[in-house]
Each structure stands twice: as structure tokens, then as C-alpha cells.
């Protein structure tokens, strides 16, 4: 019999931490269907850092339930933050990562604020280099027609953990040849 694919591949960040501040993730794998899907691989670690005791509140991220594929950032403001049609915020979420080397953080959108208010990120999805130690902040940009306010503790965006792979670019004269060839931006039309 075939395995069955689970539906993420990225690793899930498991609810709380330690008392010194590293989460503990799961890594997705594929299951057949005799396996048990509730065991997963050997976790990475992710340290992280309050930046403002005032923020503890809202750290560690967590997910808000037992097989969502991201944790829920939140936003740390002081005070509410308007964000007009058309214009862009970033959102301090008040800690700093410390992400292994070989992945990275992808921060995207959640689907609630995109339906219900026309809001989500610009660069989706926004990278957390493994390398990167300033303040994580998501780009939030409000593409609807009415004012959109972030409130303290907001969830404002989701972080997913993935495995990186590098490259190693290689000059060529030539490169193979393909049926699509050079076709790109909609070559294929709409039906």
C-alpha cells in the first residue's frame, strides 16, 4: 500500500517552552496507513527572547490547537495602532529568535483577518533568517477600504518553521531544453 502524505511538511511548534525560553518543535513525516500518526520526529529547538517584561505575557507563541502548522504571533504595542486602507504597519511582536541553522521562520497571514477584514502581509511569506537576532515584526498591510486597528495581544500572524535547502549556482552556456521552454506570467491562460 501507498504512504499517505500528511497535509504539513513544515515542522509545528508544541504549546509553552522551558523556564529558559526554547520551544520545542515537531517535525512532520510521512505515515502509512498502519502507522501511528501521532508520533512525530525529533524536535528542533528555537530559542527566543522577551525584548520588554511587559510582553511576557504574550510569549511564547503558541498554536491554538493540537495540529495547526503555526504558532500565533501577537501583537506586543502599548497602545492601538490604526492602520488606514491602502497603508502598511510593521507590527513589533517583542522577542528576538534563535532559529538553527538549516531553517527558517516564514511569518504569514492568517485567514480570518484576510476574509473578515481585508488585512494580511505584504511579503507573504515574510523569512526569519537562522542568522537574524533583531525583534521579530510582521509587515501587515491593510488592503480593504475601512481602518483596521491592532490591539494589544492580537494575533496577527502565523509562523511556520521549514527546512532550508542551499544552492549551489552553476554557470552554464547552455541549459536544457523543456516543453514549457521560456513560458511564464500566465502563459497558460486562464481555463
Known amino acids: 500500500m501507498r504512504p499517505r502524505l500528511t497535509a504539513h511538511i513544515?515542522?509545528?511548534l508544541l504549546k509553552g517552552g522551558n523556564k529558559r525560553g526554547v520551544c520545542r518543535l515537531l517535525c512532520c513525516q510521512v505515515f502509512t496507513p498502519d502507522s501511528d500518526t501521532t508520533k512525530a520526529m525529533e524536535p528542533i529547538k528555537v530559542g527566543f527572547r522577551c525584548l520588554r517584561p511587559?510582553?511576557?505575557?504574550?510569549?511564547?507563541?503558541?498554536?491554538?490547537?493540537d495540529n495547526a502548522s503555526g504558532v500565533d504571533l501577537r501583537a506586543a504595542v502599548d497602545q492601538d495602532i490604526i492602520i488606514?486602507?491602502?497603508?502598511?504597519?510593521?507590527?513589533?511582536?517583542?522577542m528576538q529568535l534563535e532559529i538553527p541553522v538549516g531553517y527558517e521562520?516564514?511569518?504569514?497571514?492568517r485567514s480570518g483577518l484576510a476574509l473578515q477584514h481585508s488585512v494580511g502581509i505584504l511579503n507573504s511569506p515574510g523569512t526569519i533568517?537562522?542568522?537574524y537576532r533583531g525583534e521579530v515584526q510582521v509587515i501587515l498591510t491593510n488592503f480593504g477600504k475601512e481602518d483596521f486597528v491592532v490591539h494589544r495581544?492580537?494575533?496577527?500572524a502565523q509562523l511556520v518553521f521549514?527546512?532550508?535547502?542551499?544552492?549551489?549556482?552553476v554557470l552554464r552556456d547552455n541549459l536544457t531544453d523543456t516543453n514549457r521552454g521560456t513560458g511564464g506570467l500566465g502563459h497558460t491562460g486562464k481555463q
Not at 511576557?56 to 490547537?65: I, N, V
Not at 521549514?162 to 549556482?169: D, L, N
Open 105 to 109: 521562520g516564514q511569518v504569514r497571514p
Open 10 to 12: 513544515s515542522p509545528l
Open 162 to 169: 521549514q527546512r532550508v535547502i542551499g544552492a549551489e549556482f
Open 84 to 94: 488606514q486602507p491602502g497603508k502598511t504597519v510593521a507590527i513589533p511582536i517583542g
Open 129 to 131: 533568517d537562522a542568522d
Open 54 to 65: 511587559q510582553d511576557s505575557e504574550l510569549l511564547p507563541p503558541k498554536t491554538m490547537s
Open 153 to 156: 495581544g492580537d494575533r496577527v
